[in-house]
């Protein structure tokens, strides 16, 4: 398994899959966590399981299961112009 497929990631780990500095991340974890921010759990070395930080960033910027970006969008429900049948 490669690290970049490692579940449970460090903080610098973290940091680099979202794509920001390790001193960068540090700053803005403690905000984070207050919104609901993965904590560290002690079982796996201190690390973030990494599918929730991926969840958590998503549900933040709207792309939730709940969110409407992931319902089909308009028109997409009805039989498509170019689909119907020429008389």
């Given amino acids: 398994m490669s690290k970049s497929d490692a579940l449970f990631v460090t903080d610098a780990q973290c940091a680099e899959r979202i794509g920001i500095s390790t001193e960068e991340f540090k700053a803005i974890v403690p905000e984070l966590t207050r919104q609901g921010f993965p ?11 990494w599918p929730a930080v991926r969840v958590f960033l998503d549900r933040r910027y709207g792309m939730g299961k709940d969110d409407s970006m992931l319902r089909a969008p308009p028109g997409l429900d009805e039989e498509e112009p170019w689909k119907k049948k020429k008389k």
Avoid: A, Q, W
Wanted: positive net charge; hydrophobic residues 25%.
């Fill in 39 to 49: 904590v560290p759990d002690p079982l796996f070395g201190k690390r973030r399981y």
